[in-house]
T-cell receptor, first 115, second 109 residues
Framework: DADVTQTPRNRITKTGKRIMLECSQTKGHDRMYWYRQDPGLGLRLIYY???????NKGEISDGYSVSRQAQAKFSLSLESAIPNQTALYFC??????????????FGPGTRLTVL | GQNIDQPTEMTATEGAIVQINCTYQTSGFNGLFWYQQHAGEAPTFLSY????GLEEKGRFSSFLSRSKGYSYLLLKELQMKDSASYLCAVRTGGFKTIFGAGTRLFVKA
């Protein structure tokens, strides 16, 4: 089973709709992140959480909100979707304590299209 | 501002060596990562440098010069499966990670 899962994997929605993207992890990591990826722009950080009670805005948080329901779950909401939020969204996790690298582990991505 | 620059695309031949460069300007530095991302898939971790010098891991090596704000990823004995995007990323003073736009590598036979 995958360590970091995202649902849905693909979603097409209309302008003005509320959308929730969900992320779950079985790695036991404290830190979780939401990124969006657009062609030519790379990965941009939307929100991050270093533990259940800690939520922080990233580079591009406007129009998004998050909820850290448990250590293993971190959801991203678009309250009123707009077409320029069409992108590939990735959830990632990292371990605050173990090892030297603390590299991030990414979920498979959610491709969101807003019409 | 914070900026990470890397070439948009590179092409190399199977069996050859390719070097992908990355330059960065960030507020603080706590390490530099390279990730590999195949089309339509998630990025996966390749290497990490926090001190100056070369880190070698099989066919992949990564170099860092903190004074120059410069890193490179060296891929040896290229294989067709190495065709992918390579993302340079810097963990900043606030322990957030900033990603470059990625370099798309095409390996031809």
């Amino acid at each position: 089973d995958a360590d970091v899962t995202q649902t849905p994997r693909n979603r097409i929605t209309k302008t003005g709709k509320r959308i929730m993207l969900e992320c779950s992890q079985t790695k036991g990591h404290d830190r979780m992140y939401w990124y969006r990826q657009d062609p030519g722009l790379g990965l941009r950080l939307i929100y991050y959480s270093f533990d259940v009670k800690d939520i922080n805005k990233g580079e591009i948080s406007d129009g998004y909100s998050v909820s850290r329901q448990a250590q293993a779950k971190f959801s991203l909401s678009l309250e009123s979707a707009i077409p320029n939020q069409t992108a590939l969204y990735f959830c990632a996790t990292s371990d605050a304590l173990a090892g030297v690298y603390n590299e991030q582990f990414f979920g498979p991505g959610t491709r969101l299209t807003v019409l | 501002g914070q900026n990470i620059d890397q070439p948009t695309e590179m092409t190399a031949t199977e069996g050859a060596i390719v070097q992908i460069n990355c330059t960065y300007q960030t507020s603080g530095f706590n390490g530099l990562f390279w990730y590999q991302q195949h089309a339509g898939e998630a990025p996966t971790f390749l290497s990490y440098n926090v001190l100056d010098g070369l880190e070698e891991k099989g066919r992949f090596s990564s170099f860092l010069s903190r004074s120059k704000g410069y890193s490179y990823l060296l891929l040896k004995e290229l294989q067709m499966k190495d065709s992918a995007s390579y993302l340079c990323a810097v963990r900043t003073g606030g322990f957030k990670t900033i990603f470059g736009a990625g370099t798309r590598l095409f390996v031809k036979a």
